[in-house]
C-alpha cells in the first residue's frame, strides 16, 4: 500500500514509475494499492492492476474503489469512453473539470472533499499514462521506443488547457476521451497517438 496523500502529480508518478519499474513484481495480474486521505474519515483507494505487454511493459488497469464500499467491483477499471459519460453526468461544462484537476494535480489532498469521485480516477489514470512509458529496459522493442518518445506530459496538460476554454468548438470530453475523438492519444498506434497530439498542439496556437 502507497501512501501517496498530499503529493504532487510529479510526486505520484515517480510512486507509479517504480512500481512499474520492479520487473519482478510488475506482473499480470497483480494488484498495487495506493492510499488518498481526505481526513480521519474519508479516504481514497486506487488499485493498479498489472498487465505488462511486450511493446507496452507499464500497461495496467487502474481503478477506484466506490465511497462507502469495503471493496472494488469486479472487473475492469472505467474506460476512456466510460469516463466521458460519467464527467458528462458530473459536469455541466469542461471548465469546472478542468478548474478541479488542476487543483488535484497540485496537491490531491482535498479537505473539503467536494469534488466527484470520477475526477480523482481521472485524475490517476491521467498520471499513470505519463507513468507508464517510463519503464527502462536494457533492449527496448522499436516499437516501446515510438511509443516512449509521445511527450504524454505537456499533451495531457494541453487538453487540460483547452477543456478549461469551455467552448465546444475547440474542445470538449468528446474530443479527449472516446478513442474516435480528435485529442484521444491514449490508445491506438504510436502514429494516431503522435497526430492527435499534434492537433493539441494546433489548437492551442
Do not use: W
Not at 490517476?124 to 516512449?148: N, T, W
Amino acid at each position: 500500500l502507497y501512501d501517496i496523500t498530499g503529493f504532487k502529480a510529479l510526486q505520484v508518478v515517480a510512486t507509479l514509475v517504480g512500481i512499474i519499474n520492479d520487473r519482478e513484481k510488475f506482473t499480470t495480474g497483480k494488484n498495487f494499492y495506493l492510499m488518498m486521505k481526505h481526513n480521519a474519515k474519508v479516504e481514497e483507494l486506487f488499485r493498479l492492476n498489472a498487465k505488462p505487454q511486450t511493446h507496452q511493459p507499464g500497461n495496467g488497469i487502474v481503478s477506484i474503489r466506490p465511497r462507502r464500499r469495503e471493496r472494488f467491483f469486479r472487473g475492469s477499471g472505467t474506460t476512456y469512453k466510460g469516463l466521458r459519460k460519467v464527467l458528462g453526468a458530473h459536469y455541466q461544462d469542461s471548465i469546472s473539470f478542468a478548474k478541479d484537476i488542476r487543483k488535484i494535480f497540485l496537491n490531491n489532498k482535498v479537505s473539503d472533499c467536494d469534488f466527484p469521485q470520477v475526477t480523482l480516477e481521472a485524475y490517476m489514470i491521467l498520471l499513470f499514462e505519463i507513468a507508464r512509458r517510463m519503464v527502462k529496459l536494457k533492449e527496448p522493442s522499436e516499437k516501446k521506443e515510438q511509443f516512449d518518445v509521445l511527450p504524454i506530459g505537456s499533451a495531457i496538460a494541453g487538453i487540460v488547457k483547452l477543456l478549461e476554454y469551455g467552448k465546444d468548438e475547440i474542445c470538449t470530453f468528446e474530443n479527449v476521451f472516446p478513442s474516435e475523438g480528435r485529442f484521444h492519444f491514449f490508445s491506438g498506434e504510436p502514429k494516431t497517438r503522435k497526430r492527435a497530439i499534434g492537433d493539441i498542439k494546433t489548437a492551442l496556437k
